[in-house]
């Protein structure tokens, strides 16, 4: 299977950032575009520990994202490979466009919590 990121359905929008992605062999595949001082904090509250608990796999193609655990932070640059961890909180410290693979889900669960905390921000 092969398709352009950009050629993805959008599965998700919000204030200036959107999720494009479809589910390939159990996975879902995602292009993530954020702009710059996005906090994903906010969206992940209710979760265990208010933390994503969704593990990523990816590219970044610009940007840049800090990503904080309990104990340490991630700093993930444009043309850098990555691999996030369960237990953690994305922000973007750049406009940042990402692709992105997660367990199917893993990724459902996750974004069932985002989307019931963006309609509960808007």
Not at 52 to 73: A, E, F, M, N
Not at 88 to 100: V, W
Request: negative net charge; charged residues 20%.
């Amino acid at each position: 299977m092969e398709m352009k990121p950009e050629s993805l359905p959008i599965i998700f929008e919000g204030a200036g950032w959107s999720i494009r992605g479809t589910e390939w062999g159990g996975m879902m595949v995602g292009l993530y575009t954020f702009p710059a001082g996005t906090d994903m904090k906010p969206l992940l509250a209710g979760m265990p520990d208010d933390l994503c608990q969704c593990p990523h796999w990816g590219y970044v193609l610009k940007g840049r994202i800090r990503i904080s655990y309990r104990d340490h932070d991630q700093v993930i640059s444009s043309g850098e490979l990555f691999y996030a961890e369960p237990g953690h909180s994305p922000y973007f410290e750049e406009d940042t466009q990402l692709i992105e693979f997660d367990p199917k889900e893993a990724w459902y669960t996750m974004m069932a919590g985002v989307s019931k905390n963006s309609a509960g921000l808007q």
